[in-house]
């Protein structure tokens, strides 16, 4: 028996608890878009497991699981800024060396950051840090994303080559991504955040359209049921049972905006 709207006292749902006020902190301590919300929870959860807990000795999680102390170096502060390295054949030789992202958490692959022009998710192990900036609260006030190639005015930053543990594997999939709330984050109208995005990415996939706001999401969605009543009307194809021993061709969405000329969206 528990108290009546006490349910902080279950073991699990005061550890589970513990994660929501970790991740909350961060959330607000890097003012980044309640979207992120689910990635600062894996954050949380890779931070909880590192830390020291009085009811097991002082010992943490990760100290019991892998009977080795947790390398603590790779931590880093939620929402601070990461200038991820352009490889080579991707730039030419007057490019950028590095390209401005937010760090939002870990992985086995490397660092967890995104671009805060398009919202996407990318890894990487060649990361450079300013912790003493947040960049989030301009993530949607510059269309056009700063490269750095000169770091000596960075603050405390440091480089390193990192190889993650694969227990991070199992962090990520054990806290998947919270639904995001209905509520919508409106921007001044001072920043053109919305229409950059529409100049400046020409193509957008399935999982970056989420990262719309809830209007444009709605039109590209309507577009999308359009598409699909057409093919139906023009009988395009018929569904039937795949074969045995036959693979399907996959395919994917592809969002563009049509222009009637070099500079003009339709």
């Not at 200038?83 to 590095?98: E, G, M």
């Not at 840090?129 to 056009?144: G, R």
């Not at 905006?257 to 500079?263: L, P």
Request: aromatic residues 10%.
């Amino acid at each position: 028996m528990s108290t009546i709207y006490s349910s902080v006292e279950w073991g699990c749902r005061k550890n589970e608890q513990n994660f929501f006020d970790k991740a909350r902190t961060m959330m607000y301590d890097s003012k980044l878009p309640k979207s992120c919300w689910g990635y600062a929870i894996k954050a949380a959860a890779f931070l909880h497991n590192r830390i020291p807990c009085t009811n097991i000795d002082d010992h943490t999680p990760y100290e019991l699981k892998y009977s080795t102390k947790p390398d603590l170096s790779k931590i880093r502060i939620f929402g601070c800024d990461a200038y991820v390295k352009v490889a080579d054949t991707q730039r030419r030789k007057l490019d950028p060396k590095s390209k401005k992202m937010i760090f939002i958490g870990y992985s086995s692959m490397g660092y967890r950051v995104m671009d805060p022009v398009t919202r996407r998710i990318t890894f990487s192990r060649n990361v450079r840090f300013d912790e003493k900036k947040i960049i989030s609260d301009k993530l949607s006030a510059t269309p056009n994303i700063e490269n750095q190639e000169d770091t000596s005015d960075l603050g405390e930053e440091t480089e390193t080559d990192i190889k993650l543990e694969e227990t991070e594997r199992a962090i990520d999939d054990k806290y998947p991504e919270f639904r995001r709330s209905q509520r919508e984050r409106r921007l001044p109208a001072r920043y053109p955040f919305n229409e950059a995005l529409s100049a400046t990415n020409e193509e957008l996939t399935y999982n970056e359209i989420k990262f719309l706001p809830e209007e444009k999401q709605s039109n590209w969605n309507n577009s999308m049921d359009e598409e699909m009543l057409s093919m139906e009307k023009n009988k395009v194809g018929d569904l039937v049972e795949l074969p045995e021993e036959k693979q399907p061709i996959t395919c994917k969405w592809i969002f563009k905006r049509k222009r009637h000329g070099k500079y003009s969206l339709v």
